[in-house]
């Protein structure tokens, strides 16, 4: 099991950037394909950028159009999401998330093949 603590939210104005973190806890970081979600209330939770075991494969959301950048640290159990030029739009709780069946260069984004969840950092983008 792993324990999933995201940071780094909070009020930016729009064309700011921020940097969320998401650091997870014990041994096996490496195992697990990791995911950055969003959510806003009313609407279902939108993978927004995922990043294999190895890092060597990541996938994004075409919404967000070479805006965000995943990152992975296996050395550190963090997982990074830079988000460039927000958007209001970008508003939103900010889940990563842990996949512990995909291969070694597969990154999913399906929310149900997720199987540990942190506990959201809420961005909000001011126009």
């Known amino acids: 099991q792993v324990q999933l603590v995201e940071s780094g939210g909070g009020l930016v104005q729009a064309g700011g950037s921020l940097r969320l973190s998401c650091a997870a806890s014990?041994?096996?970081?490496?195992?697990?394909?990791m995911g950055w979600f969003r959510q806003v209330p009313g609407k279902e939770r939108e993978f927004v950028a995922g990043v294999s075991r190895s890092g060597s494969t990541t996938r994004y959301v075409d919404s967000v159009n070479g805006r965000f950048t995943i990152a992975r640290d296996n050395a550190k159990s963090t997982v990074y999401l830079q988000i460039y030029r927000l958007k209001p739009e970008d508003t939103a709780v900010y889940y990563c998330?842990?996949?512990?069946?995909?291969?070694?260069?597969?990154?999913?984004?399906?929310?149900?093949?997720?199987?540990?969840w942190g506990q959201g950092t809420q961005v909000t983008v001011s126009s």
């Open positions: 014990g041994r096996t970081f490496n195992s697990y394909a």
């Open positions: 998330a842990a996949d512990r069946r995909g291969v070694l260069s597969s990154v999913s984004v399906d929310s149900h093949d997720y199987d540990y």
